[in-house]
């Protein structure tokens, strides 16, 4: 009787451990073949190519019409328009394919018999990933004539294009992967493609959201003094004079009014912005001078100009006190008008950062992997040669 119950507990001992499951290392044969298979399977129906057509159409006739529009010489605004219209477009498409994938596949059945075959769990995460990434690629790639079109009235470089179009796909392939992860997690199609844009609308308008209620939060509060004319002290002549602009401010008596105000440290919550994908476009375009942009052959700040001089004002944050009105100096030359053109300078040339934003979907996108291949590998276990299955 004890020989009888120690030996199914030593074999129950001497058993091999469980792996924690199938292999997950990609290859490069299983990530093409898990990608041909996903663009075989996932071939837009008729009502998809309509679909797709008429997105592409949009986005051509929007930018002929803005190119037509246009002032002749040199603008940046049509090929604007077209990158961020290609940008909305892949934030579209591609995350609601990916987060389709895994369940999709898993209520039809066809996922269980992928796992089992000897493709890894990295395989199939990226190989769906690069199918779902390649939809948007094929819309970048249709508007390839306007773009370069756009291209040589805009004034930039090529380089810079460049630049601008490698930061629109790696945002684009961020979103895929986090429609990927929703797939993974969520058991029905609806709630993934749901989740996955709600995901993409807070990163998009969610910051900006975030980044205006957290303003009073960094806020200080400053007295500000006023000085105005004391009107009724003047006399009839002096009266005259006011009214037609010849009055010597030198000889008047001045009042005085003080008041609070609050200065908002915008450069402690400007990587909320930052972290902005649309806002990380605008940071990987050029940089251009307004005041110089005509001798460095270029056209005249855009839509991406404009966000990076706003993006520029917020990580500079308030650089001086505020100053009151001062209506008695209006005869000095108080030299504020030079000032703030000097700050609106300071804040287009301020250096492009699109590396927090860059940095930021890295990470979502490494998580958003480890997460699919997490969920894709399939427990099992190995039996030891010879041993006997009841």
Same mark, same amino acid.
Not at 39 to 47: A, E, F, G, S
Not at 87 to 110: C, K, Y
Not at 168 to 193: D, E, H, K, P, Q
Not at 224 to 229: A, E, L, M, S
């Given at each position: 009787?004890?020989?009888?119950?120690?030996?199914?507990?030593?074999?129950?001992?001497?058993?091999?451990?469980? %792996?924690?499951?199938?292999?997950?290392? %990609?290859?490069?044969?299983?990530?093409?073949?898990?990608?041909?298979?996903?663009?075989?399977?996932?071939?837009?129906?008729?009502?998809?190519? +309509?679909?797709?057509?008429?997105?592409?159409?949009?986005?051509?006739?929007?930018?002929?019409?803005?190119?037509?529009?246009?002032?002749?010489?040199?603008?940046?605004?049509?090929?604007?328009? =077209?990158? +961020?219209?290609?940008?909305?477009?892949?934030?579209?498409?591609?995350?609601?394919?990916?987060?389709?994938?895994?369940?999709?596949?898993?209520?039809?059945?066809?996922?269980? %018999?992928?796992?089992?075959?000897?493709?890894?769990?990295?395989?199939?995460? &990226?190989?769906?990933?690069?199918?779902?990434?390649?939809?948007?690629?094929?819309?970048?790639?249709?508007?390839?004539?306007?773009?370069?079109?756009?291209?040589?009235?805009?004034?930039?470089?090529?380089?810079?294009?460049?630049?601008?179009?490698?930061?629109?796909?790696?945002?684009? &392939?961020?979103?895929?992967? +986090?429609?990927?992860?929703?797939?993974?997690?969520?058991?029905?199609?609806?709630?993934?493609?749901?989740?996955? /844009?709600?995901?993409?609308?807070?990163?998009?308008?969610?910051?900006?959201?975030?980044?205006?209620?957290?303003?009073?939060?960094?806020?200080?509060?400053?007295?500000?003094?006023?000085?105005?004319?004391?009107? *009724?002290?003047?006399?009839? !002549?002096?009266?005259?004079?006011?009214?037609?602009?010849?009055?010597?401010?030198?000889?008047?008596?001045?009042? *005085?009014?003080?008041? *609070?105000?609050?200065?908002?440290?915008?450069?402690?919550?400007?990587?909320?912005?930052?972290?902005?994908?649309?806002?990380?476009?605008? *940071?990987?375009?050029?940089?251009?001078?307004?005041?110089?942009?005509? !001798?460095?052959?270029?056209?005249?700040?855009? =839509?991406?100009?404009?966000? /990076?001089?706003?993006?520029?004002?917020?990580?500079?944050?308030?650089?001086?006190?505020?100053?009151?009105?001062?209506?008695?100096?209006?005869?000095?030359?108080?030299?504020?008008?030079?000032?703030?053109?000097?700050?609106?300078?300071?804040?287009? &040339?301020?250096?492009?950062?699109?590396?927090?934003?860059?940095?930021?979907?890295?990470?979502?996108?490494?998580?958003?992997?480890?997460?699919?291949?997490?969920?894709?590998? =399939?427990?099992?276990?190995?039996?030891?040669?010879?041993?006997?299955?009841?």
């Amino acid at each position: 009787m004890t020989a009888t119950t120690e030996r199914p507990a030593a074999a129950a001992k001497a058993a091999p451990k469980a %792996p924690h499951g199938n292999p997950w290392m %990609p290859t490069f044969r299983g990530v093409g073949l898990v990608a041909r298979i996903e663009l075989t399977r996932r071939r837009p129906t008729t009502k998809g190519y +309509i679909f797709y057509g008429l997105l592409v159409l949009a986005i051509l006739g929007l930018g002929i019409l803005v190119a037509a529009v246009s002032a002749p010489g040199l603008t940046s605004m049509p090929m604007e328009l =077209v990158l +961020i219209l290609v940008l909305g477009a892949g934030l579209l498409i591609a995350p609601s394919l990916s987060s389709t994938s895994i369940n999709g596949d898993s209520s039809e059945g066809v996922l269980a %018999p992928m796992q089992m075959t000897r493709l890894t769990a990295g395989d199939l995460a &990226l190989g769906k990933l690069l199918a779902s990434w390649l939809f948007a690629v094929a819309v970048l790639i249709t508007t390839t004539p306007l773009l370069v079109y756009a291209f040589s009235r805009s004034g930039w470089h090529w380089y810079e294009l460049a630049a601008v179009l490698g930061a629109i796909l790696f945002t684009v &392939l961020t979103f895929t992967a +986090i429609g990927l992860a929703w797939s993974s997690l969520a058991a029905r199609a609806v709630a993934s493609v749901s989740l996955a /844009h709600l995901t993409t609308g807070f990163l998009v308008l969610g910051t900006l959201v975030i980044f205006a209620f957290s303003m009073p939060l960094v806020s200080e509060t400053v007295t500000v003094t006023d000085r105005f004319v004391d009107y *009724e002290t003047l006399t009839p !002549e002096q009266q005259e004079a006011y009214q037609t602009g010849e009055l010597d401010y030198s000889t008047v008596q001045c009042t *005085e009014q003080s008041y *609070e105000t609050s200065v908002a440290h915008t450069e402690n919550i400007a990587w909320l912005l930052l972290a902005n994908p649309m806002i990380v476009i605008g *940071e990987a375009s050029p940089v251009v001078n307004p005041n110089t942009y005509q !001798e460095d052959g270029r056209a005249a700040p855009g =839509v991406f100009a404009f966000m /990076h001089q706003q993006v520029g004002n917020a990580q500079l944050g308030p650089q001086d006190t505020p100053q009151g009105y001062d209506e008695c100096a209006q005869q000095a030359d108080t030299g504020q008008s030079d000032q703030w053109e000097q700050q609106q300078e300071d804040q287009a &040339l301020f250096p492009r950062n699109p590396w927090p934003g860059l940095a930021l979907q890295a990470v979502l996108l490494c998580g958003a992997m480890g997460i699919v291949i997490r969920r894709l590998r =399939v427990p099992y276990k190995k039996l030891r040669a010879g041993t006997r299955v009841a």
